[in-house]
């Protein structure tokens, strides 16, 4: 259901830095970068190579992983907030290896295992600088802690981990078919509302002939009680249509409870289907043929319905008894003003009295009609709900009033969660959002929607970029660029298992159709009022086919649910933005004899989206956004396969430069063309990439090219000979990975590390385990108070390397920082792990910068490791000196050369 709303420009397109002050480059390709941190260089989202695993429980730490130029990085840190604790921690990351082409070097760090929300974003160091990075780029600076702000959470665009989320595999995986059950087809014309059958609101119902226009003058009136007949019968003659010819798998019907109007979201009986659709027995018929039917890839037919639950129509029983009577037991489900006619209203409309949830009884009944219709013997596999953002308490508005935080509004919907998940724990819920923003209110813990109807996210920029108009048919047109960190922003702005699932379409139910909205030429047509006046709308046209490829290419090659709007897949056109104009009737004559060539893409691109796997959990990487040839490409890849999207978004055949070594792409391999063509579009079968990591290619105008090998692994790991250990620099008090892969390795069946510190002390054996390169590994703790790390390994016949009697012996900080490198102003841990902490009740640090200058002491506190730490802000200026003294004023002062750190 469509709101009326203040007009809101997405905050995604308003840059960061002049939001925040602050640099960010949001495109990987950019050249911008702070001292020698390259900014280029840097990558990561949360597809399945750069976070693991997906969909983490509160019981599974999370990997995740940072693209960094090859030998740029000394260091780097993933920095961690954690909304339960209000604190922010710097986790170190460790170099893994480099990609084939020797370009990009990658490093990992681990997020622990807890039930809290997390946001996160990377620290990248050379040494002497420092990038960041986070879901919308790179900046110089710090991205700020996530704070409320007025009634908004803002986290910056950092990525987000909600443990215990999970959203349905098949919604992620499924193609989605919307369908206004009125206008797709009509399989039983004997329950057709037939020209005055009965009145809404002083309308007489109206029956059309289909194929006429269903604008009748009259938005608020007579055109919501215009019917066509469609209905559930009409639904499943039509699933042969829908799952094998179209090969969609998800059936999302409009409302379809008994209601006076054409488009049903004024429920008048929510435990009944409109007995003009069918009724209930329709919608049982109809659920049972769906689930015992497959598309062409294999996949299990599902079915939606579409849960209007803000409000209802006047004519409900619920609403109607309780003008009636006061003691009426549905007299709470709604907010009398001046019982019994003045009382609170969805959008001011007098007919969609609004609920109550202030009402537990409420609450309770529709719980109750949610599990109904997920149980036997209807089974329906979710539910989308309508206007979500605006249920709240007493007749408040929350969403209206730019409330997204609402206590009633966010407990009732992990209530309905909860009822839902707990009588299908494979239901899939989604919330429709139109607000220039992400839901992540909903959605970034886990525990409400699973996913959104995109406007903001894919719906609004698509249009923009592609059709030069926005979701209400004013005039706004974006360049690549602008479309390109559109998408980012919004795509990272909520966890994993919510991107995978929001719902992507071209044209909704309350949008003038996508088809209008690209059209080469728009038709006009006069249409007069009940009262004489009259209005202009547009009123179909010459469509612009090429348009309408280039939104469906986007469509089916993006992160999130494909969903066709019933019409959209031969291109159908419309009127203006009267919902009537958005609502024409289904023409089967353009989908007849194998349909038009717009029709014909989708088939295709139905089939490619299905048996592409990087097409649907791949990560998002942009490439390439020229706003002179206003091309956009971007990759997207997994383990199993690379693919790169080209897409040109002019009437010109443009030629570019793909850096697609960003993406793995080796040199000298071959990218091969699965793009579908249709309507005589030609292009090249295979390109070689060049030793710059680049191909050429040529897109013809409006269309759009997609490449693919054979994925990898991220980086390619030399196994390095000798022993080492993982970690860059070992930490007293910390864990360490000593690596084997001396004389030993290849032919031993066990090995173990001997190993002991500051010259043998505290002896230990440990058993170690064999790696898939060959190599021996053991994770150990190392000592408070190790200065040195002393190992030598035998194998299973006791056959001893101790590195020809001199060991292999490892220095150890005593001092160290977190985070590093130092950073002037901000606040940082040192960490005391020296000769004194073992033994001392108490420890204090004394401590300057530049040479002393500035000394102050500062208490420290024992942790449960053994070490002490203080936390203390930088000092300007280019090194931290300390020093340490316990309760009895022995000094460990590094034998008198001090322990000093630099500062960045």
Same mark, same amino acid.
């Given at each position: 259901?469509?709101r009326?709303?203040l007009?809101?420009?997405?905050?995604a397109?308003?840059?960061?830095?002049?939001?925040?002050?602050?640099?960010?480059n949001f495109?990987p390709a950019a050249a911008a970068?702070?001292g020698?941190?390259?900014?280029?260089?840097l990558?990561?989202?949360?597809?399945p190579?750069?976070?693991t695993?997906?969909?983490?429980?509160?019981?599974?730490?999370?990997?995740?992983t940072?693209?960094?130029?090859?030998?740029?990085?000394?260091?780097?840190?993933?920095v961690?907030?954690?909304?339960?604790?209000?604190s922010?921690?710097?986790?170190?990351?460790t170099?893994q290896?480099?990609?084939?082409?020797g #370009?990009?070097?990658?490093w990992q760090?681990t997020?622990?295992?807890?039930?809290?929300i997390?946001?996160?974003?990377?620290?990248?160091?050379?040494?002497?600088?420092?990038?960041?990075?986070?879901g919308s780029?790179s900046?110089?600076?710090?991205?700020?802690?996530?704070?409320?702000?007025?009634?908004?959470?803002?986290t910056?665009?950092d990525?987000?981990?909600?443990?215990?989320?999970?959203t349905?595999?098949?919604?992620?995986n499924?193609i989605m078919?919307?369908?206004?059950v009125?206008?797709?087809?009509?399989?039983? !014309?004997?329950?057709?509302?037939?020209?005055?059958a009965?009145?809404?609101?002083g309308n007489?119902?109206v029956?059309?002939a289909?194929?006429?226009d269903?604008e009748l003058?009259?938005?608020?009136g007579?055109?919501?009680v215009?019917?066509?007949?469609?209905?559930?019968?009409g639904?499943d003659?039509?699933?042969p249509?829908i799952?094998k010819?179209?090969?969609a798998?998800?059936?999302?019907? =409009?409302p379809i409870?008994t209601?006076?109007t054409?488009?049903?979201?004024d !429920?008048?009986?929510y435990?009944?289907v409109d007995?003009?659709f069918?009724?209930?027995?329709?919608?049982?018929q109809?659920?049972s043929?769906?689930h015992? *039917?497959?598309?062409?890839a294999?996949?299990?037919?599902?079915?939606?319905?579409?849960?209007?639950?803000?409000?209802?129509?006047?004519?409900?029983?619920?609403?109607?008894?309780?003008?009636? =009577?006061q003691s009426?037991?549905?007299?709470?489900?709604?907010?009398?003003? =001046?019982?019994?006619?003045?009382?609170?209203?969805?959008a001011?409309?007098? *007919?969609?009295?609004?609920?109550?949830?202030?009402?537990t009884? #409420?609450r309770?009944?529709?719980?109750n009609?949610a599990?109904t219709?997920?149980?036997?013997?209807?089974?329906i596999?979710g539910?989308?709900l309508?206007a979500?953002?605006?249920?709240?308490a007493n007749g408040?508005?929350?969403?209206?009033?730019g409330?997204?935080?609402?206590?009633?509004?966010?407990?009732y919907?992990?209530?309905f969660?909860? !009822?839902?998940?707990?009588t299908?724990?494979?239901?899939l819920i989604?919330?429709?959002w139109?607000e220039?923003?992400q $839901?992540?209110e909903?959605?970034?813990?886990?525990?409400?929607?699973d996913?959104?109807?995109?406007?903001?996210?894919?719906l609004?920029?698509?249009?923009?970029?592609?059709?030069?108009?926005?979701?209400?048919f004013?005039?706004?047109?974006?360049?690549?660029?602008t479309?390109?960190s559109?998408?980012?922003?919004?795509?990272?702005?909520?966890p994993?298992a919510a991107?995978l699932?929001?719902?992507?379409?071209?044209?909704?139910q309350?949008? $003038?159709?996508?088809?209008?909205?690209?059209?080469?030429?728009?038709?006009y047509?006069?249409y007069?009022q009940p009262?004489?006046?009259?209005?202009?709308?547009?009123?179909g046209?010459?469509p612009?086919?090429?348009?309408?490829?280039l939104?469906?290419?986007?469509?089916?090659t993006?992160?999130?649910?494909?969903?066709?709007?019933?019409g959209d897949?031969?291109?159908?056109?419309?009127?203006?933005?009267?919902?009537a104009?958005?609502?024409?009737?289904f023409d089967?004559?353009q989908v007849?004899?194998?349909?038009? /060539?717009?029709f014909q893409?989708?088939?295709?691109?139905?089939?490619?989206?299905t048996?592409?796997?990087?097409l649907?959990d791949? /990560?998002?990487?942009p490439?390439v956004?020229?706003?002179?040839?206003?091309i956009?490409?971007?990759?997207?890849?997994?383990?199993?396969e690379?693919?790169?999207?080209?897409?040109?978004?002019?009437?010109?055949?443009?030629?570019?430069?793909? $850096?697609?070594a960003?993406?793995g792409?080796p040199?000298?391999?071959?990218l091969?063309?699965i793009?579908?063509?249709v309507?005589g579009?030609?292009?090249?079968?295979?390109?070689?990439v060049?030793?710059?990591?680049?191909?050429?290619?040529?897109? $013809?105008?409006?269309?759009?090219?997609?490449? !693919?090998q054979q994925?990898?692994?991220?980086w390619?790991?030399p196994?390095?000979n000798?022993?080492?250990?993982t970690?860059s620099?070992?930490d007293?008090?910390?864990q360490t990975t000593?690596?084997y892969?001396?004389?030993?390795?290849?032919s031993?069946?066990?090995?173990?590390?001997?190993?002991?510190?500051?010259?043998?002390?505290g002896?230990?054996?440990t058993?170690m385990?064999?790696?898939?390169n060959g190599?021996?590994?053991?994770?150990?703790?190392?000592p408070v108070?190790?200065q040195t790390?002393?190992?030598?390994?035998y194998?299973?016949n006791s056959t001893?390397? =101790?590195?020809?009697?001199?060991?292999?012996n490892?220095?150890v900080?005593e001092v160290?920082s977190?985070?590093s490198?130092?950073?002037?102003?901000?606040?940082?841990?040192?960490?005391?792990?020296?000769?004194?902490?073992?033994?001392a009740?108490?420890?204090t640090?004394?401590?300057g910068?530049?040479g002393?200058?500035?000394?102050?002491?500062?208490?420290?506190?024992?942790?449960?490791?053994?070490?002490?730490?203080?936390?203390?802000?930088?000092?300007?200026?280019?090194v931290l000196?300390t020093?340490?003294?316990n309760?009895?004023g022995?000094w460990?002062?590094?034998?008198?050369?001090n322990y000093?750190?630099?500062?960045?």
């Amino acid at each position: 259901m469509k709101r009326w709303k203040l007009p809101k420009y997405p905050l995604a397109l308003i840059p960061v830095s002049v939001l925040l002050g602050w640099s960010v480059n949001f495109t990987p390709a950019a050249a911008a970068s702070s001292g020698g941190v390259q900014a280029n260089g840097l990558f990561a989202d949360q597809g399945p190579q750069y976070m693991t695993p997906q969909e983490p429980t509160s019981s599974q730490a999370v990997t995740v992983t940072l693209r960094a130029a090859h030998g740029n990085l000394t260091s780097a840190n993933v920095v961690v907030y954690d909304t339960s604790t209000g604190s922010t921690t710097y986790y170190p990351m460790t170099l893994q290896g480099t990609d084939e082409n020797g #370009l990009y070097d990658f490093w990992q760090g681990t997020i622990p295992a807890s039930s809290s929300i997390k946001y996160y974003y990377f620290q990248a160091n050379d040494g002497t600088s420092s990038l960041y990075y986070n879901g919308s780029g790179s900046s110089t600076s710090a991205f700020p802690t996530p704070t409320f702000s007025g009634d908004q959470w803002n986290t910056y665009d950092d990525f987000v981990i909600a443990p215990n989320f999970t959203t349905p595999t098949w919604a992620q995986n499924g193609i989605m078919y919307q369908i206004m059950v009125d206008r797709f087809y009509n399989g039983d !014309t004997s329950n057709d509302v037939t020209t005055g059958a009965y009145s809404w609101n002083g309308n007489q119902t109206v029956q059309l002939a289909w194929g006429a226009d269903p604008e009748l003058g009259d938005p608020g009136g007579k055109d919501q009680v215009a019917f066509f007949g469609g209905d559930l019968e009409g639904v499943d003659q039509k699933l042969p249509y829908i799952t094998k010819t179209l090969g969609a798998n998800i059936v999302y019907l =409009n409302p379809i409870f008994t209601s006076p109007t054409n488009h049903k979201y004024d !429920t008048q009986d929510y435990y009944n289907v409109d007995p003009h659709f069918g009724g209930n027995s329709a919608l049982e018929q109809l659920s049972s043929d769906l689930h015992s *039917t497959t598309n062409n890839a294999g996949q299990e037919g599902r079915l939606i319905l579409d849960g209007v639950f803000n409000h209802t129509s006047n004519q409900n029983s619920w609403f109607t008894s309780a003008q009636q =009577n006061q003691s009426s037991p549905y007299y709470s489900y709604y907010t009398f003003t =001046n019982w019994p006619n003045t009382y609170a209203t969805f959008a001011g409309v007098n *007919t969609m009295p609004k609920l109550n949830y202030g009402s537990t009884s #409420l609450r309770s009944q529709v719980d109750n009609v949610a599990k109904t219709w997920l149980s036997s013997p209807y089974n329906i596999d979710g539910w989308r709900l309508d206007a979500p953002g605006h249920i709240g308490a007493n007749g408040y508005d929350p969403e209206s009033s730019g409330n997204y935080t609402d206590s009633t509004n966010h407990s009732y919907w992990q209530e309905f969660r909860n !009822t839902v998940k707990t009588t299908n724990a494979n239901a899939l819920i989604f919330g429709e959002w139109f607000e220039g923003s992400q $839901p992540t209110e909903w959605l970034n813990n886990g525990n409400q929607w699973d996913g959104s109807v995109n406007y903001n996210g894919f719906l609004q920029p698509v249009s923009e970029w592609v059709t030069g108009y926005d979701d209400g048919f004013n005039a706004n047109s974006i360049n690549a660029t602008t479309m390109e960190s559109w998408l980012t922003g919004t795509l990272n702005a909520v966890p994993r298992a919510a991107q995978l699932a929001q719902v992507n379409e071209l044209s909704t139910q309350d949008t $003038p159709r996508f088809g209008e909205r690209a059209a080469e030429n728009m038709n006009y047509k006069t249409y007069t009022q009940p009262n004489g006046s009259t209005f202009t709308d547009p009123y179909g046209g010459t469509p612009n086919y090429w348009k309408d490829y280039l939104g469906a290419f986007l469509q089916f090659t993006y992160v999130g649910i494909p969903t066709i709007y019933y019409g959209d897949e031969y291109g159908m056109m419309g009127g203006g933005t009267n919902d009537a104009g958005k609502r024409w009737t289904f023409d089967w004559s353009q989908v007849a004899n194998g349909g038009n /060539s717009v029709f014909q893409l989708y088939q295709k691109l139905i089939q490619l989206r299905t048996s592409h796997s990087a097409l649907v959990d791949g /990560s998002f990487m942009p490439l390439v956004a020229d706003n002179a040839t206003n091309i956009l490409a971007f990759a997207r890849f997994d383990q199993n396969e690379r693919d790169i999207v080209i897409l040109n978004d002019t009437d010109n055949t443009e030629t570019e430069t793909i $850096p697609v070594a960003q993406a793995g792409a080796p040199f000298g391999s071959t990218l091969t063309n699965i793009t579908p063509l249709v309507n005589g579009a030609s292009e090249a079968s295979t390109y070689t990439v060049d030793s710059n990591g680049n191909i050429n290619v040529t897109v $013809p105008g409006h269309y759009a090219m997609i490449l !693919t090998q054979q994925g990898s692994s991220l980086w390619s790991t030399p196994v390095q000979n000798g022993v080492y250990t993982t970690q860059s620099t070992i930490d007293a008090g910390h864990q360490t990975t000593v690596v084997y892969n001396g004389s030993l390795a290849a032919s031993a069946s066990s090995m173990t590390l001997h190993w002991g510190y500051n010259g043998w002390s505290g002896t230990t054996n440990t058993a170690m385990s064999k790696q898939s390169n060959g190599t021996w590994a053991a994770t150990i703790t190392v000592p408070v108070g190790a200065q040195t790390l002393n190992t030598a390994f035998y194998n299973q016949n006791s056959t001893w390397d =101790n590195n020809n009697g001199s060991n292999y012996n490892f220095p150890v900080q005593e001092v160290y920082s977190s985070p590093s490198p130092l950073v002037h102003g901000q606040t940082t841990t040192i960490v005391y792990a020296g000769s004194l902490a073992a033994s001392a009740s108490s420890i204090t640090m004394h401590w300057g910068y530049n040479g002393w200058s500035g000394t102050t002491d500062t208490a420290m506190t024992k942790q449960s490791n053994g070490t002490w730490t203080a936390t203390v802000t930088v000092p300007t200026g280019t090194v931290l000196n300390t020093a340490f003294y316990n309760q009895a004023g022995n000094w460990d002062n590094n034998g008198g050369q001090n322990y000093n750190l630099s500062i960045q």
